[in-house]
């Protein structure tokens, strides 16, 4: 007889000063919707966050203070080329987007953010992960290379307003 195992994920991740971090529930997502339209320029469709929660509920991370969501990191997993040129496909994340409302940034969330939706893919056994950062974004861009992350090429006008991206990549050995 086939037996199911049920693995249950678990909910609180860590604390960050007096934030809590945790993995994102579907009653959480309008509030991680107002957090990416209050802090980016990118949005995306109420379908788009409910599926990619579905698909990766390791990696969609949201910090909370005070039973209010103040940021998000939603990561997917894809198959392509490797940024580091593997031959072949290799099976990796893509950090698609993270968000800290305004009055909350420089406070560590980010990172952690980025810490814990890491961990989510590392444990899919992926090769590596990716993400791209506006070229403006300094503060990011110096966060992804604390964390390990390589700048591997500048996409041309990569958003919608026609601001170039640099695409890093983080190797996972």
């Known amino acids: ?17 007096e934030y809590q971090l945790r993995r994102c529930d579907m009653k959480d997502l309008e509030a991680v919707v107002n957090v990416n339209l209050e802090t980016l320029p990118e949005h995306y469709s109420d379908y788009f966050f409910e599926s ?4 990766l ?13 103040v940021g998000y990191i939603m990561c997917k997993i894809e198959y392509g080329f490797s940024n580091f040129r593997k031959l072949g496909f290799v ?4 950090v698609v987007s993270v ?12 990172k952690a953010l980025m810490l814990e939706g ?20 300094k503060p990011a861009i110096i966060m992804y290379e604390n964390l390990g992350f390589q700048t591997k090429s500048k996409l041309r006008s990569y958003y919608r307003d026609g601001e170039d991206a640099f695409l890093m990549a983080l190797e996972f050995n």
């Not at 099976?91 to 893509?94: E, S, T, V």
């Open 1 to 17: 007889m086939f037996r199911h195992k049920l693995i249950k994920l678990q909910s609180t991740l860590r604390r960050v000063r």
């Open 52 to 55: 990619t929660l579905r698909e």
């Open 57 to 69: 509920p390791e990696s969609f991370i949201v910090a909370e203070l005070e039973e209010k969501i």
């Open 91 to 94: 099976k990796k994340g893509h």
């Open 99 to 110: 968000a800290v409302l305004d009055g909350h940034r420089s406070k560590g969330l980010g």
């Open 118 to 137: 890491i961990n989510g893919i590392i444990n899919r056994r992926c090769d590596e992960i990716y993400l791209e950062v506006r070229l403006s974004n």
